[in-house]
């Protein structure tokens, strides 16, 4: 019933810039917030940022200026401009979403498969 999938990872040099987008697909329910988080190799899964519907956002501290996240609720589409990339960025991101009967009551939480980003020269 539910489908999150996430899109332009690849290969970009150090100081490059991505756009990724994840793509959602519900039947029957509402969409509340969505999020982007990453996880890289024996590291735990951290938070990047997360989006309400009314565009209210947080934003990890230490990614925060660098990475925007941005939503578009008519497509249901949630997207993640990364700039000034750094090899540290390397992982793989990954799209959450979060449905219900109501937006105000969206609790269930999806995950994409995730999204390659290399960072290297």
């Known amino acids: 019933q539910v489908q999150i999938v996430e899109s332009g990872g690849g290969l970009v040099q150090p100081g490059g810039s991505l756009r990724l987008t994840c793509a959602a697909t519900?039947?029957?329910?509402?969409?509340?917030?969505m999020g982007w988080y990453r996880q890289a190799p024996g590291k735990q899964r951290e938070l990047i940022a997360r989006?309400?519907?009314?565009?209210?956002?947080n934003y990890a501290d230490s990614l925060k200026g660098r990475f925007t996240i941005s939503r578009d609720n008519a497509k249901k589409m949630v997207y993640l401009q990364m700039n000034e990339l750094k090899p540290e960025d390397t992982a793989v991101y990954y799209c959450?979403?979060?449905?219900?009967?109501?937006?105000?009551?969206?609790?269930?939480?999806?995950w994409g498969r995730g999204t390659q980003v290399t960072v290297s020269s």
């Open positions: 989006i309400s519907r009314d565009d209210s956002t």
């Open positions: 519900v039947n029957f329910y509402v969409i509340g917030h």
């Open positions: 959450n979403v979060a449905i219900g009967v109501t937006a105000e009551t969206a609790s269930s939480n999806y």
